[in-house]
């Protein structure tokens, strides 16, 4: 399914069932459903961010372009609002004739449907600091606007830490990076990288 609820677990593999909906209706009323508890927010911070997106500087050749940065920008949130396990779940699900029509409904201004491999190739090219400075630049919005004040905990925001290992061999990658001997004739270099995220649900 398309809109996935808020605070709900996801299965690391797409279930094998069949579909619960036993007509299209059914289907149409749910999605609608979940959509219509999200369109509060979405109609309020989708339009701040399509403006913000749009000052991104287009690395692609003017004479290739097909969709407008925006809207590949905005069908690349949606891969990981909507927390699809892959760009091809997410081609299917987003193409759906009914999730186009609710969407076209609350944001027109979105007038084509990208192919997600469209997509990533565009966000392999454009320097990441950019969309953080997006993503920082957001979070200042809402928390000047106090709209995170439910989150907070005796005055705090609660974040979570998680801490990673990433392997990247026969290659240096930073003066972080340890290095570990191996049997094999090039060592394996390892970078301890920290995730910080703020708990919303």
């Known amino acids: 399914m398309a809109l996935r609820h808020p605070g709900s677990i996801h299965p690391s593999t797409l279930p094998t069932c069949k579909s619960a909906y036993a007509t299209s209706q059914e289907e149409k009323d749910d999605r609608q ?10 109609r309020a911070y989708l339009p701040v961010l399509l403006e913000k997106f749009a000052r991104i500087p287009d690395p692609r050749r003017p004479q290739s372009i097909k969709h407008k940065l925006t809207v590949l920008l905005t069908f690349g949130l949606f891969l990981f609002v909507f927390a699809y396990n892959s760009r091809r779940e997410a081609n299917r699900e987003l193409t759906r004739p009914v999730f186009w029509e609710l969407l076209r409904e609350v944001f027109p201004e979105i ?9 990533n190739r565009l966000l392999a090219k454009i320097n990441p600091e950019q969309l953080e400075e997006v993503l920082i630049q957001t979070i200042k919005r809402l928390l000047r606007n106090r709209r995170l004040q439910a989150l907070l905990v005796e005055k705090h925001y609660i974040i979570a830490v998680d801490g990673t290992q990433k392997l ?3 290659l240096y990658v930073s003066r972080c ?7 094999h004739k090039n060592p394996i270099y390892i970078q301890h990288l920290f995730r910080l995220r703020s708990i919303v649900q």
């Open 177 to 183: 990076s340890r290095q570990k001997e191996t049997s």
């Open 111 to 119: 007038d084509t449907i990208p192919h997600m491999d469209t997509v």
């Open 168 to 170: 990247v061999r026969s």
């Open 33 to 42: 459903g979940a959509l219509a508890a999200q369109l509060p927010v979405w």
